[in-house]
């Protein structure tokens, strides 16, 4: 499930036969260098703030920047993989999320809902739960730019959700198995409600809280149980930013919910889960 431009320019490029030597001779070294010596690999947090980034494999603690643009130029060549904050993100349902014209048809969803700006937002298609989500918070072709300019390799840009939900997988088998069973991401008074059956999603919507707090966390899930908007079975707690390591009675499967810069590591072990 990984974040894409809808209608993407098409570019015309002229260029004389040294030009096109150069650039194949540069490239060949960069591929050259790739093989002999493998780039670090980073996971990389955009949301509404700017980035949280840290290393796939070291102990360093998450790097704070303002922008996607401020990290990637200081940062060395490496490989980054962008998880989008569900702040940044619109969220639909398709009927029919496995045709051909799925991204289309979400563009026209989502324009009608949030005006003609949204025809041209990013879309991922989860086809498999039928999900699209449209990139309405960040700049996706600014994003790419700083990338190539800070020599950076752009691995996958996917909603944050889909990962938490990859890595909830693996840290808590029972939910992918259980016949009903829900996973609520909180990003401070952001939470993204998915609700699974037999390990598939079924149902995706956000809800805000009041405060960041446990106690608007157990008021929430009262009101998603009044309205018969969960999961029969047992409901997880996933993400960071309200000042408890335990809320009510829920399961914290990937770490205490806490600031994101002290205890981010369950975000960043990215390599432990594909990318749907």
């Known amino acids: 499930m990984s974040l894409r431009a809808s209608e993407p320019a098409a570019t015309a490029l002229r260029a004389d036969r040294l030009r096109l030597a150069g650039g194949w001779l540069a490239q060949g070294r960069r591929a050259v260098r790739r093989i002999v010596w493998p780039r670090p690999s980073w996971t990389v947090l955009v949301d509404a703030d700017g980035v949280v980034a840290a290393p796939g494999a070291s102990a360093v603690a998450p790097q704070r920047c303002a922008s996607f643009g401020a990290w990637a130029s200081a940062a060395d060549p490496c490989r980054a993989s962008l998880l989008v904050s569900g702040r940044l993100l619109h969220t639909l349902h398709l009927a029919d999320a496995a045709g051909g014209d799925a991204a289309r048809d979400a563009a026209k969803r989502f324009a009608t809902y949030h005006g003609a700006a949204a025809a041209t937002w990013p879309i991922a298609i989860d086809r498999r739960s039928g999900y699209a989500c449209a990139l309405h918070g960040a ?6 730019t700083a990338a190539a300019s800070g020599d950076i390799d752009l691995e996958c840009v996917v909603p944050l959700w889909s ?5 909830a997988a693996l840290r808590a088998p029972d939910l992918a198995s259980a016949q009903s069973a829900t996973l609520l991401v909180v990003e401070h008074t952001l939470v993204t409600c998915l609700v699974l059956a037999n390990g598939a999603l079924i149902d995706a919507q956000q809800r805000f809280l009041d405060a960041a707090t446990p106690a608007a966390l157990d008021d ?3 009101r ?3 309205e018969s908007a969960l999961g029969t079975g047992e409901t997880l707690l996933a993400g960071w930013g309200v000042d408890a390591d335990v ?3 829920f399961r914290l499967p990937l770490g205490p919910l806490v600031d994101r810069a002290e205890r981010a590591d369950w975000l960043f072990r990215s390599s432990e889960a594909g990318h749907p």
């Open 163 to 167: 990962e938490v939900l990859a890595l």
């Open 224 to 226: 998603l149980v009044a």
């Open 220 to 222: 929430l899930h009262a």
């Open 247 to 249: 809320a009510g009675g």
């Open 139 to 144: 700049d996706l072709t600014a994003i790419g």
